[in-house]
C-alpha cells in the first residue's frame, strides 16, 4: 500500500503546487532590473505595508526589464499579481518602473479611480517622482511620491472615504505613465533673481517671501532669504515642485503666532498654534543685521509622523529651544499643549 | 462643466462654428442608447422560441422519469401479485427492475442530452455575455474621450487667442489657429463616422468584421487628431508646461490607454467564444441557437504603434 499512498501523495503536492499563487504574486516590492539596495526595498516595503495598515491600501511596485510596452505591461501585471487582494476593499495600486525604456507608470486600480484620477497621478510623476529619478535616487523618488499618496488618502478619508460603493477588482488602465528620466540630472532652476530686498525685513517678511517663491516653484537654493548653511544643504537637495506646492497648500491655513525672539535678539522662531499639528515652525538667524531662513534646523530637529503632524527629534540639540519653553512635549516629541 | 454647455459657449465665444458645434454636438451623443441592433433583437426572439422548446422537453423527460422511479407502471390492485417473479432471483432479474429500468433508460437518455444541451448552452451565453460586457466597456471609454474633444479644443483655443493679445505676434497665433481648425475640421469628421457606425447597436457591430475595422480607423484617427490639436501646443512653452495642460494630457493618455485596454480585453473575450462555437460539442449548439461568430477590434493589418506625445 506505501506505493499507491505515496504517488497518491506526490499528486496532491504537484497539485497543491500548481494551483497555488504564481512566485511573487503578493510581494510588494519585485525588483526584476536591481535598481534597489536590500535597504532601500526594505524601506518601501515598510511604508508600504504602512500604507496598507492605515488606509487599506495595496499598493505595490515592480521594476521590469524592458520587454514589453509599460501600458500593457502594468495591465497584465496588476491582473497577474493581484494587486488590491491584500486589501479588503480591493483598493490596488501598481508603480512599474522600466529603466530600459526609461519610462514609469503608476497604474490605479478601479477602486481607486475616484481617489487618484490620471491627473493627479501624473502629476506626482512627473512634479515629484522624475526629479528625484533624474539624480537616480530611485527609492526615494518612489517613497516621496508614497507621501502624496498617502495625504491624499487621508484627505478622502476624511470625506466620504477612498472606496466607492461599489468596487470591482483589477483595473481597467487607469493612472498615467511618462519618460523616467532615470540618471539624466537635475533641471537646474531657472535663473531669477537671487537678490531679496532683506535689509530691515522682519522674520514674518522673509517667510512671506519663501512662501512667495515657493508658490512660483523657484526652487533656488542661492536666495539671500537663507543662511549660508541652509543654501549649502539645499544645493545638495532635490525640491520638486510637488513639495513646494505642497509648503504653500500645507500654510496656506495655518495661524502664525507672534515671532519669537530670543534675548540676544539673534535668533528667531515663528510657530503656529499647537492644534494646528501640520504647521511645523519655522526658524530664522540674524547674519549682518539681516534675517535668513535657517532651513538647517528642520532637517537635524524637526520630523513628521505618519498623519503629518510634527514633533522634535528626540535628543536632538538646537538653539532654538527658548521658544518653546512654555510648551510641554508627549515621549515621542510631540507638542501636547500651550 | 458639461460638454453641451462648453460647446455653447465655444460658440458663443467664436472658438467653434455654427456648424462646427451642432456637428461635434452630434456627434457627442453616438452610441448613448442601449440598441442591440436587428440581428441582436431577430437573436434573442429565435432564442426565446428555442428556450420555450427546450423546457417543454425537460417538463416530457422529467414527467416520464417521476412515472418510472415514484409512481411505476401499474397493476390491478385486485390480483395478487407474484412477488416472486418480480424480485431477482438467483441467476435472473425480476420484473419489477426490467420495467423499471426499461422506463429509467428512456428517461435518461431524454435528460441527460437535455441537461448537457442547456450546460453548453448556457456556457455559450455567458461567453457571449462576455464579449458584450467588454465591448460595451470599450464603448463607455471611447464615449469618455470624446467628452474630452470639447474641452481639448477650448483650452488650445483659448490659450492661443490668449497669447495673441499678449506675447506672440500675431502671424504666430494665425498660424497656430489656422493649424487648429484643419485639426478641428478632421477630428469632427472622424468623430462623427464613429456615431454613424455607433447607430448600428451593440449587437449588430461586434458581429461585422468590416464595421468594427471601420470604427478602428476612424477611433485610430480621433486619437491622432487629438494628439495633433497637443501638438499645436508645442510651440508655446508656457502653455506645455502649465499644470491645467498637464491635466488635459493625462486625461487624454489616460482614456487612450482605457480605450487600449479595453480593446485587448475584449478581443481576449472574443477569441474565447469564437474557440467555443468552433469546437464540438459547442458548434451544435452554437449553429441551433444563432450564436454567431464575433469580429475583432482591430485593423486588418495592425500597427502596434502608438502615438506618443510628452513634453519636458
Known amino acids: 500500500m506505501r506505493g499507491p499512498q505515496t504517488i497518491a501523495a506526490l499528486i496532491c503536492l504537484c497539485l497543491c503546487v500548481g494551483c497555488g499563487s504564481p512566485a511573487g504574486r503578493n510581494e510588494l516590492v519585485q525588483d526584476q532590473a536591481g535598481l534597489l539596495d536590500t535597504g532601500q526595498r526594505g524601506r518601501i516595503e515598510l511604508f508600504h505595508t504602512l500604507l496598507r495598515d492605515d488606509f487599506d491600501i495595496d499598493y505595490r511596485v515592480v521594476t521590469a526589464d524592458g520587454e514589453e510596452d509599460i501600458d500593457a ?65 530611485i527609492a526615494d523618488g518612489i517613497l516621496a511620491t508614497t507621501e502624496l499618496i498617502v495625504q491624499r488618502a487621508q484627505r478622502a478619508a476624511k470625506n466620504a472615504g477612498l472606496a466607492g460603493e461599489v468596487w470591482l477588482e483589477g483595473s481597467g488602465g487607469a493612472g498615467a505613465s511618462t519618460t523616467a528620466h532615470i540618471d539624466r540630472g537635475p533641471i537646474e532652476p531657472v535663473a531669477k533673481t537671487t537678490a531679496v530686498q532683506t ?14 517663491r515657493m508658490q512660483s516653484r523657484d526652487a533656488n537654493p542661492d536666495l539671500n532669504i537663507y ?42 522662531v515663528i510657530r503656529y498654534p499647537v492644534r494646528q499639528r ?7 538667524v540674524k547674519i549682518n543685521d539681516r534675517w535668513a ?46 | 462643466m458639461d460638454s453641451k454647455d462648453r460647446l455653447h459657449r465655444m460658440e458663443a465665444d467664436g472658438i467653434l462654428t455654427p456648424e462646427q458645434a451642432a456637428m461635434l454636438r452630434d456627434s457627442l451623443e453616438w452610441g448613448r442608447t442601449e440598441a442591440m441592433g436587428i440581428a441582436g433583437e431577430e437573436r434573442l426572439r429565435h432564442r426565446k422560441t428555442l428556450s420555450k422548446w427546450l423546457l417543454w422537453l425537460m417538463a416530457a423527460a422529467f414527467a416520464v422519469a417521476f412515472y418510472a422511479l415514484v409512481i411505476g407502471p401499474g397493476a390491478d390492485p385486485q390480483t395478487p401479485q407474484d412477488v416472486a417473479a418480480m424480485m431477482n432471483q438467483p441467476g ?46 470599450t464603448e463607455s471609454n471611447l464615449e469618455r474621450r470624446a467628452d474630452l474633444i470639447p474641452a481639448l479644443v477650448e483650452t488650445v483655443s483659448r490659450y492661443l487667442r490668449h497669447e495673441s493679445e499678449t506675447l506672440i505676434a500675431v502671424t504666430e497665433q494665425r498660424s497656430g489657429d489656422s493649424e487648429l481648425k484643419e485639426v478641428l475640421d478632421e477630428l469632427i469628421a472622424a468623430q462623427q463616422a464613429i456615431s454613424e457606425l455607433a447607430q448600428k447597436g451593440n449587437g449588430d457591430i461586434v458581429e461585422s468584421e468590416a464595421d468594427l475595422a471601420a470604427l478602428y480607423a476612424a477611433q485610430q484617427s480621433v486619437g491622432r487628431r487629438m494628439h ?71 485593423a486588418e493589418d495592425e500597427s502596434h504603434e502608438k502615438p506618443v506625445l510628452e513634453f519636458d
Not at chain 1, 525685513?201 to 512667495?212: H, M, T, V
Not at chain 1, 541652509?230 to 495655518?254: G, H, S
Not at chain 2, 510651440?235 to 499644470?243: I, N
Open chain 1, 73 to 137: 505591461l502594468s495591465a497584465r501585471l496588476f491582473e497577474r499579481l493581484g494587486a488590491g487582494e491584500l486589501s479588503s476593499s480591493g483598493l490596488g495600486l501598481l508603480l512599474v518602473i522600466d529603466p530600459v525604456q526609461d519610462r514609469v507608470r503608476l497604474e490605479v486600480g478601479y477602486a481607486l479611480e475616484g481617489s487618484y484620477p490620471d491627473a493627479f497621478v501624473a502629476y506626482i510623476e512627473q512634479r515629484q517622482m522624475v526629479p528625484f529619478f533624474r539624480s537616480g535616487r
Open chain 1, 199 to 212: 535689509v530691515g525685513a522682519s522674520p514674518a517678511e522673509i517667510l512671506a517671501e519663501y512662501f512667495k
Open chain 1, 227 to 268: 543662511t549660508p548653511a541652509t543654501r549649502q544643504m539645499l544645493r545638495k537637495w532635490v525640491i520638486t515642485p510637488a513639495q513646494m506646492d505642497n509648503i504653500v497648500k500645507t500654510y496656506r491655513n495655518c495661524d502664525a503666532q507672534a515671532e519669537r525672539i530670543d534675548a540676544s535678539g539673534r535668533l528667531s
Open chain 1, 278 to 284: 501640520k504647521c511645523a515652525p519655522w526658524f530664522f
Open chain 1, 293 to 338: 531662513l535657517d532651513l538647517t534646523v528642520m532637517q537635524t530637529a524637526i520630523r513628521f509622523g505618519r498623519d503629518n503632524s510634527w514633533h522634535f527629534e528626540l535628543g536632538a540639540e538646537h538653539p532654538y529651544e527658548y521658544a518653546f519653553t512654555d510648551w510641554s512635549f508627549d515621549a515621542y516629541g510631540f507638542p501636547r499643549h500651550e
Open chain 2, 92 to 137: 435472473g432479474i425480476g420484473e419489477m427492475n426490467k420495467g423499471f429500468s426499461g422506463l429509467l433508460a428512456i428517461a435518461l437518455l431524454l435528460i441527460v442530452p437535455l441537461i448537457l444541451w442547456a450546460l453548453l448552452h448556457n456556457s455559450l451565453v455567458n461567453k457571449e455575455e462576455s464579449v458584450f460586457k467588454a465591448w460595451a466597456q
Open chain 2, 228 to 298: 495633433s490639436i497637443l501638438a499645436v501646443a508645442e510651440s508655446y512653452p508656457q502653455l506645455r508646461s502649465s499644470d491645467q495642460f498637464l491635466e488635459l494630457q493625462a486625461q487624454l493618455e489616460g482614456t487612450e490607454n482605457r480605450i487600449n485596454v479595453a480593446r485587448m480585453r475584449f478581443n481576449e473575450a472574443v477569441a474565447t467564444y469564437n474557440a467555443a462555437i468552433r469546437k464540438l460539442p459547442g458548434s451544435l449548439i452554437a449553429r441551433i441557437g444563432g450564436f454567431n461568430r464575433k469580429a475583432y477590434f482591430k
